[in-house]
Nanobody, 128 residues
Framework: QVRLVESGGGLVQPGGSVRLSCADS??????????VAWFRQAPGKEREFVAG????????DYADYVKGRFTISRAKSEGTVDLLMNSLEPEDTAVYYC???????????????????WGQGAQVTVSE
């Protein structure tokens, strides 16, 4: 059962910006009631952690390779978790997935096995 849907992404030039959004696929309140993280997977590589946010939106964690360039946030009125990606590099090209952790964990885990629900992924391609 799909509970999460990503939107945004596409083709962007190096140095450009893209915003991804993660929402519930139905009235499940999964996003608002969970710790949420973004992961990405490039061709031939393993899925890796990008950023995560707690339920309140006060604790954020970023992988070193995106820190200072990406921002994760909660849009509470829309019930979404957004990922704003600035200063994009060709190495950021990947399928980006949002994931939700419904356990009692308070802060985001960097391990993909901690997450219960996943979206279908959104392609981000950084190229001239």
């Amino acid at each position: 059962q799909v509970r999460l849907v990503e939107s945004g992404g596409g083709l962007v030039q190096p140095g450009g910006s893209v915003r991804l959004s993660c929402a519930d696929s139905g009235r499940t309140f999964t996003v608002s009631g969970s710790v949420v993280a973004w992961f990405r997977q490039a061709p031939g590589k393993e899925r890796e952690f990008v950023a995560g946010i707690d339920r309140k939106g006060t604790t954020r964690d970023y992988a070193d390779y995106v820190k200072g360039r990406f921002t994760i946030s909660r849009a509470k009125s829309e019930g979404t978790v957004d990922l704003l990606m600035n200063s994009l590099e060709p190495e950021d090209t990947a399928v980006y997935y949002c994931a939700a952790d419904r356990s009692l964990r308070i802060t985001p885990s960097r391990h993909h096995g901690a997450y219960d629900y996943w979206g279908q992924g959104a392609q981000v391609t950084v190229s001239e």
